[in-house]
């Protein structure tokens, strides 16, 4: 009985976290106002709405980082 107890795999602390989720941080997106230019940070799942004035069309800002293309 002994010798199967020093068979047994022992459990390895790495893999300890496996299976947890660790949710990503998502930023805001920069758009903005058509109608008088004011910048809006606007979350998912919000209405697409100046916070200024109400207006309810929205330029997204470009983006800084530089974008390049691969022609084929």
């Known amino acids: 009985m002994d010798h199967q107890m020093e068979d ?3 459990q390895d602390k790495s893999n300890a976290n496996y ?8 930023q805001d997106v ?4 058509a109608d008088c ?3 809006n940070e606007i979350k998912s799942r919000e209405p ?6 109400g207006h309810r069309i929205m330029y997204k800002k470009r983006t ?7 022609a084929r």
């Open 19 to 26: 299976g947890t989720y660790q949710a990503k941080q998502r």
């Open 30 to 33: 920069q758009y903005l106002c």
């Open 8 to 10: 047994a795999p022992q």
């Open 64 to 70: 800084s980082k530089m974008v390049q293309f691969e």
């Open 37 to 39: 230019g004011v910048e």
């Open 48 to 53: 697409i709405r100046c916070k200024a004035c």
